[in-house]
């Protein structure tokens, strides 16, 4: 195989980022992240060097301005002047000598505690708020719309390439079946009316699911999904439920159905906050870069292996 990073000439419009070449098969690649946020990560640090004299734990409770993730530049840059500002207040109020616990600053309340063996130490980070995950995911939707973009001033024989997102997430709270939701749709599991006798509960599910099937077909989806099973698609629409089978669908509603601009994509590739590869093929893009064998290139199943044995090595 052949990697090649490309600069931002490498065509006259917008450039992707990566050219990989498999058995004469050409992939672009382009690649976005979602960065975790360094002002909270550096928290830590800062707490391990406040401690570091004193014979105290220290931890730390985040008001809801930190404990939200911020996405833009624009917004971090407020949240870092936060922190930064919090541990200053910190300081301050540390020369009274823990006068008043806990301590409240602007952005932070630190917890202090004397520690049994007199040694200083940092202790744990608290959200106060959980993380929003709807607008996470919303945020990531746009994301990847506007780098599948990219593809419409691709010209002639490039057209052809497969064109591949890597999305880099740091963002822990995002896993990759949070993704497989968004890009397929989220999965429908029809389980059984306990409440009922068994016969009766039987033919309850079988009335039921007969019904589900029956308005799949009326789904918008519907046609794209026969497109991609003619395709040669089908034991991938089956094994992800595209396909109502086992009592479960989707509802159609992923962005490789319901997004115009992910036609543009063959695949997405998602790098989860533990560095596990996810490959995610798009049965619904562009003829010229539709090949179900995608899946077989993209295959992250040894990589993944070798990630964790290193990982079972380390601890």
């Known amino acids: 195989m052949h990697v090649k990073l490309l600069p931002d000439n490498y065509f006259p419009s917008q450039s992707p980022d990566i ?9 672009y690649i382009e690649v976005t992240r ?11 640090d800062s707490l391990r060097t406040l ?23 624009n917004e971090r840059t407020p949240q870092e002047d936060l922190v930064n500002r919090s541990i200053e207040q910190f300081k301050i109020k540390m020369k009274s000598g823990f006068s008043e616990l806990p301590i409240e600053t602007d952005g932070i309340i630190f917890r202090v505690s004397q520690t049994e063996s007199k040694k200083g130490e940092p202790g744990t980070i608290l959200l106060v708020d959980e993380i929003p995950i709807e607008d ?31 999305f880099d997430c740091e963002e822990s709270a995002i896993d990759e079946n949070d993704i497989e939701s968004l890009l397929y749709g989220r999965p429908n599991w029809l389980g059984s ?15 039921e699911w007969k019904s589900i099937t029956d308005n799949s077909k009326k789904n918008t989806a519907y046609h794209q999904i026969e497109q991609a099973k003619e395709k040669g698609w089908e034991s991938f629409l089956l094994d992800k439920n595209l396909i109502p089978n086992n009592y479960c669908n989707r509802n ?7 997004e115009p601009e992910l036609k543009n994509v063959s695949g997405i590739i998602f790098i989860d906050n533990w560095n596990k590869y996810f490959f995610y093929p798009n049965p619904f893009c562009y003829s010229e870069i539709n090949y179900p064998d995608i899946q077989k290139i993209f295959s992250f199943e040894d990589f993944n292996q070798l990630n964790s044995n290193e990982w079972e090595l380390w601890l």
């Open 136 to 166: 996470l995911m919303d945020y990531i939707k746009k994301r990847l719309v506007k780098k599948a973009k990219k593809r419409n001033d691709f010209k002639g024989v490039h057209r052809k390439s497969f064109y591949i997102i890597a």
């Open 252 to 258: 159609g509603t992923g962005l490789f159905l319901s």
């Open 19 to 27: 050219l990989y070449v498999y058995n004469n098969l050409n992939s």
């Open 193 to 207: 009316y306990v409440s009922k006798p068994p016969e009766k509960a039987y033919e309850w599910r079988q009335k």
């Open 51 to 73: 401690s570091e004299n004193l014979p105290y734990r220290i931890d730390i409770e985040l008001k809801s301005n930190l404990s939200l993730p911020r996405l833009t530049f």
């Open 34 to 44: 979602l960065s975790e946020n360094e002002s909270i990560n550096c928290l830590m």
